[in-house]
């Protein structure tokens, strides 16, 4: 039987993906956790009436229709996609926002274009420094504040996609049909879905979703103060063993995913006594730059007993996870090797 989503608000939809669709490498559209601060639409825009735009600091503005849009060189990529508030109510304090266990992420194919061609299209001015993203959806809440991002033109041109395809189907209406940007590595939040505007700016862009969230502050502080959340941080889950199995004495496959936003894995290493003594995991499946990678470590479990298993990861460049997160008020980047470890029962 397939498992069903974890919804934890249904206007807006916010679900998490369960801990047994994480196991294959590319997460299924249906599972695959929705994220949104505004109201989706309920049908699909008609495609004859829908743009893109592009304007700004730019020598010429340009409106594409998504056949212009397809027509230029594909881009096939993958790319593993997890909100900023992942894994937050696995925090030993609490903190504000959607309580995500480790589902607020997942693994897809993407298919689109570089965003870098179309600002080749459109010949930025000399003080072009960053880019911003507008979503089509409907803004909840009485301020009627529009979901815009920015990141800095150097992300958008080295790596940033804008993808009209998702695991080999067109966008999902939920993904953000029928196209999103998606800067590779980075954070859900500077991901942002049923794209029609891109505009080219000299600084960041200013508004409620990059000043008051999205970034890392502590209390009594002013959020502006903070760093906005960008690329993924080193981290690993546990997706089998289920936290609080029983499990026959014998063989344990532990296993899991690991990923490190723009880097790659490097090694993963499991312990099953608490964090006391560590072997390494055998890293499983496909390596890609942007994607998540599989392990697995077979543990003879022998004696009986209660165990706390745990497990952490280190990227390419010699970063590893923290034993526990760094805590901020809206919880983002929960990457701790504690928060996230399991029990299991062994009988
Ligand atoms: N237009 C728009 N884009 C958006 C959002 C949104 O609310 N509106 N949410 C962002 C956040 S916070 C995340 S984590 C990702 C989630 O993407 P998904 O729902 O496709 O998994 O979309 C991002 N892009
Ligand atoms: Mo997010």
Known sequence: MKKKMRVMTEKPLNAETPIESL????????????????????????????????????????????????????????????????????????????????????????????????????????????????????????????????????????????????????????????????????????????????????????????????RVFQKGEDPRSGEVVKDIMVKSIITEPINGDNLLAGTVAIRGAAYAGEAGISKVEVSVDGGQTWIAARLTGIEETYAWRHWEYLWDAQKQGDYTIMSRATDARGRRQPENADWNVLGYGNNGICEHAIQLNIV
């Open 23 to 214: 196991r294959t490498w590319t997460t299924d559209n249906r599972v695959f956790f929705k994220r949104n601060q505004g109201q989706i639409m309920q049908r699909p825009v008609k495609l004859s009436a829908w743009n893109l735009i592009i304007e700004g600091l730019v020598k010429r503005n340009l409106k594409l229709s998504i056949e212009d849009i397809r027509s230029m060189p594909k881009v096939e990529v993958a790319n593993t996609l997890e909100c900023s508030g992942n894994s937050r109510s696995l925090l030993k304090e609490k903190a504000s926002g959607n309580p995500w266990t480790i589902g607020g992420v997942g693994n897809a194919i993407w298919g689109g274009i570089w965003l870098k061609d179309l600002l080749k299209m459109v010949d930025l001015k000399h003080n072009a420094k960053h880019v911003s993203f507008e979503g089509l959806d409907k803004p909840l809440g009485s301020a009627g504040i529009r979901f815009i991002r920015s990141i800095p033109l150097e992300k958008a041109i080295s790596s940033t996609i804008l993808a009209y395809e998702m695991n080999g189907e067109p966008l999902p209406l939920k993904h953000g049909y029928p196209l999103r940007a998606l800067a590779l590595g980075w954070t859900g939040a500077n991901c942002v879905k049923w794209l029609h505007k891109i505009t080219v700016l000299d600084r960041p862009y200013e508004g409620f979703f990059m000043d008051k969230v999205y």
